[in-house]
């Protein structure tokens, strides 16, 4: 990471934790949550619109104008907690983490991205003119080690953050334990905003990649959906060199892919 995402880091964390502690706003039972459980050891996310089509097979968006992006009280960001998490089935205090991940930029190339972005007035899945950033919190874990700055060209995942470590009585509750913030110094771009992510943890395997829809000014359901379709097939559009199971990353399983399929 070089000096300067690395200073712009630092202090959108520390604004970040300012506007927490001054808003202090929390939503609970908002919305459709994010369903986490087990299938077997591995880590499933469910609950949102299936997609055969694109890069993730599951899809988070909420319609209706509860769910867009809302000013916080300095003006420098626009945030939601939106979605929420649901969790299940995992031992209480197991560990659950948010892990972001890049995809090749299609026609743009060797671009990857973190945060992308459709544009209401051309429709098209585009680089965002004021080129805004995403800041992720913990909500549970206050830390400023607990962020992620998502960005629309970055050449590494952004870290992973640990979200949650629930007690048996925080298991099946809706909760908020995930805030975005988007960067509106200067104006954000009105349009459709996303990025994907796993779920992962010590104790169980990851969770396959699915994205995550924030709407910023968006009134019609229906360009909602169609904008959340757009961002996954354009990541599903170019893989990495190497990535034959197309997960984003290339590990031991493509391998497995590249062995069995070879001839």
Do not use: K
């Not at 998490?85 to 972001?100: K, M, N, R, T």
């Not at 990353?249 to 070879?262: F, I, P």
């Amino acid at each position: 990471m070089n000096t300067f995402v690395t200073i712009r880091m630092l202090i959108c964390t520390q604004v970040c934790l300012m506007i927490c502690a001054a808003c202090g706003h929390r939503a609970v039972a908002h919305g459709i949550p994010i369903s986490v459980h087990l299938d077997g050891n591995q880590i499933v996310a469910s609950g949102g619109h299936g997609d055969s089509v694109g890069f993730a097979g599951q899809i988070f968006l909420n319609y209706g104008f509860d769910f867009f992006l809302e000013p916080t009280s300095t003006g420098g960001f626009v945030r939601t907690d939106i979605p929420g998490f649901d969790i299940h089935d995992v031992a209480p205090g197991s560990q659950l983490w948010i892990d972001p991940i890049i995809r090749p930029a299609p026609g743009n190339q060797p671009t990857s991205s973190a945060l992308w972005y459709w544009n209401p007035a051309s429709r098209l899945v585009q680089p965002e003119a004021n080129d805004a950033t995403l800041l992720l919190r913990a909500v549970e874990f206050p830390q400023s080690t607990n962020t992620s700055l998502l960005e629309q060209s970055q050449a590494t995942d952004p870290p992973a953050i640990q979200i949650a470590a629930p007690t048996s009585g925080q298991l099946g509750i809706h909760d908020h334990i995930l805030a975005h913030f988007l960067d509106n110094a200067p104006a954000a771009q009105l349009g459709v905003y996303g990025y994907f992510a796993q779920l992962t943890s010590p104790a169980y395997d990851t969770s396959e990649p699915f994205l995550v829809i924030l709407n910023h000014g968006i009134a019609s359901d229906a360009d909602l959906l169609t904008a959340a379709l757009a961002i996954n097939a354009a990541a599903a559009a170019v893989s990495f060199a190497g990535d034959y199971n197309a997960d984003g990353q290339v590990d031991a399983a493509d391998y497995t892919v590249w062995r069995d399929t070879l001839g």
